[in-house]
């Protein structure tokens, strides 16, 4: 009797859950508008940011040509100018490389644009516990059956999805800006890809909810996303590298989630895989996916009310 009830109860709650969680995406897909704003948000981020911090262009061919003054006067003949522009343009590529891992910036740039949207949406998710406390429907959730961590659970997992298919479509968008795969990717890398993106948006939008779920003034959530999105994005490996950086930055960079989040999607899609580091990055995230999403469990039970 007693497996019965177990079973039941595991049902309801997923019953719940599912439930919750649909309402959520409801509000995202069925307004056209918004949906078309989430298609087109990435494209335009990737296109304009993309474009204007295109630092390939800085060590282009092109950027190491001779002018026509060195050549009179150092003498040179063509042999020597054509081999001093040939090494020239492939010290250009090997610049990018030894500082980026590769030889395409717009490729390593895509991948922080794949991290900062996940940030950006996951955000809101703490702003929702504020909308629904506002506008009353909080209150008719907390009373039902349904516990109040699957409350958590279902703005998180929402966030998630739809960070996640925003990746997907800035992915899509980066082949025809010039996104290159390493040597080593293989499709089934993607799995690795998305399993990161789950596991940071889960963690991330476990900290936010846990930040608002007092709140009941939309300042609040609106403090926090200004307080927090410019370091989480600059102060990780989004567009530039962490051993680059100066030392103080280093430090907070090396305990940002983002910034494993990004290495490790970068060592799935563009570097030759190291698969140490790979399973490093992985351990980081799940555990600050972990902790976090305990943290707003708990908070859930003890401080989520009407």
Known sequence: MSETNGRLNSRSKLHGLWALTNRELKKWYKAPVVFLLTLIQPIIWLGLLGNALN?????????FAIPA?????????????????????????QILQSTFGTTSYISFMAVGMMAFTALFT????????VWDRRLGFLNKVLSTPVSRSVIILSKVLSATLRSMFQALI??????PFGFQLGASFTPLNLLGVFAMLFLVCVGLSSMFIAINIRSSRIETPMAVMNLLNLPLTFASSAFFPIDKMPMWLQA????????????GIRQLLIFNTNYTQLAWDFAYVGIFAAVLTTI???LSWRYLNK
């Open 55 to 63: 630092l390939g262009s800085l060590v282009s061919p092109d950027s």
């Open 252 to 263: 907070v960079a090396n305990v940002n989630p983002m910034s494993y989040t990004i290495d």
């Open 69 to 93: 003054q060195v050549i009179t006067q150092l003498q040179l003949s063509p042999s020597q100018v054509s081999g001093l522009q040939q090494l020239f343009g492939n010290l250009g590529s």
């Open 170 to 175: 800035i992915l899509i968008i980066a082949i």
């Open 122 to 129: 996951t955000m809101f998710s703490g702003m929702s516990v």
């Open 296 to 298: 707003g469990i708990v």
